[in-house]
C-alpha cells in the first residue's frame, strides 16, 4: 500500500490533517531521534509515527488495546503503564518529540505533561490532541501552558496543538507561578 494512504487509513480517531501533521513531524526526525507517544489506544498514532520516520518510538498507556492486523507492533516500543512508571524505567531518555493524548482531565494531562516534560530536549517539539471544548481539561491545560509561556511557537490543526519547549525555560517556571489563584 502506498505510504500516504497507509497514513491515512490508520485507524486513528484523528482528523486526516491531524494525522498528516504527525507524519510530517515525525518525517523531519532522523534515526537517533526519539518520539514518545502518551496515549497509544488502538495504535493508530503509533502506526502514523512509526511508519514517518526512522526515529525510535516509545508508546504509553495503562493497556493494550493494539489491533495487531493494522499495526506493525516491531515498529515501536510498548510500554504498559502510565508515564511517571515510564520515566522510572528510562530516566537518561532524551525526547525530541512528545505526543501526548492519554487521560484528556486536567489533572492527568497535567500528570503526562509534568513526568515527560524535562525529558523534552529544549527546542522539542510537543503535541496536545483533544485540545477542544469536549475534553475542557485538556484545553484549560494547555492553554495554561500558552498563558504562562511554557510553550511557544504554538499551531492549532482541528483539534491538536503543535509547540514547541523554549530553549531555556525551564519547568520551574510553570510551577512556581498561579493558575486561578491556585499555586501550580
Same mark, same amino acid.
Given at each position: 500500500?502506498?505510504?500516504?494512504?497507509?497514513?491515512?487509513?490508520?485507524?486513528?480517531?484523528?482528523?486526516?490533517?491531524?494525522?498528516?501533521?504527525?507524519?510530517?513531524?515525525?518525517?523531519?526526525?532522523?534515526?537517533?531521534?526519539?518520539?514518545?507517544?502518551?496515549?497509544?489506544?488502538?495504535?493508530?498514532?503509533?502506526?502514523?509515527?512509526?511508519?514517518?520516520?526512522?526515529?525510535?518510538?516509545?508508546?504509553?498507556?495503562?493497556?493494550?488495546?493494539?489491533?495487531?492486523?493494522?499495526?506493525?507492533?516491531?515498529?515501536?516500543?510498548? @510500554?504498559?503503564?502510565?508515564? !511517571?512508571? $515510564?520515566?522510572?524505567?528510562?530516566?537518561?531518555?532524551? &525526547? #525530541?518529540?512528545?505526543? *501526548?493524548?492519554?487521560?484528556?482531565?486536567?489533572?492527568?494531562?497535567?500528570?503526562?505533561?509534568?513526568?515527560?516534560?524535562?525529558?523534552?530536549?529544549?527546542?522539542?517539539?510537543?503535541?496536545?490532541?483533544?485540545?477542544?471544548?469536549?475534553?475542557?481539561?485538556?484545553?484549560? @491545560?494547555?492553554?495554561?501552558? !500558552?498563558? $504562562?509561556?511554557?510553550?511557544?511557537?504554538?499551531?492549532? &490543526? #482541528?483539534?491538536?496543538? *503543535?509547540?514547541?519547549?523554549?530553549?531555556?525555560?525551564?519547568?520551574?517556571?510553570?510551577?512556581?507561578?498561579?493558575?486561578?489563584?491556585?499555586?501550580?
Amino acid at each position: 500500500m502506498n505510504k500516504f494512504y497507509s497514513i491515512i487509513d490508520s485507524p486513528s480517531i484523528s482528523s486526516i490533517s491531524e494525522r498528516l501533521a504527525l507524519s510530517s513531524i515525525a518525517a523531519t526526525l532522523g534515526k537517533d531521534s526519539v518520539i514518545v507517544e502518551v496515549g497509544t489506544e488502538q495504535g493508530g498514532s503509533a502506526k502514523i509515527l512509526s511508519e514517518s520516520s526512522q526515529a525510535t518510538l516509545y508508546t504509553i498507556d495503562i493497556g493494550d488495546h493494539i489491533y495487531g492486523s493494522t499495526v506493525d507492533r516491531s515498529r515501536f516500543i510498548f @510500554f504498559q503503564g502510565n508515564a !511517571k512508571a $515510564f520515566k522510572n524505567e528510562n530516566p537518561d531518555l532524551n &525526547i #525530541d518529540f512528545l505526543y *501526548i493524548d492519554g487521560d484528556h482531565s486536567f489533572g492527568g494531562v497535567r500528570e503526562d505533561f509534568d513526568t515527560l516534560y524535562a525529558m523534552l530536549k529544549p527546542g522539542g517539539i510537543i503535541a496536545f490532541h483533544d485540545v477542544d471544548y469536549k475534553h475542557l481539561g485538556v484545553l484549560v @491545560f494547555v492553554e495554561t501552558l !500558552k498563558l $504562562f509561556n511554557v510553550i511557544t511557537d504554538c499551531i492549532l &490543526i #482541528d483539534t491538536m496543538v *503543535i509547540a514547541r519547549k523554549p530553549e531555556s525555560r525551564s519547568i520551574r517556571f510553570y510551577r512556581n507561578n498561579f493558575f486561578l489563584g491556585i499555586k501550580l
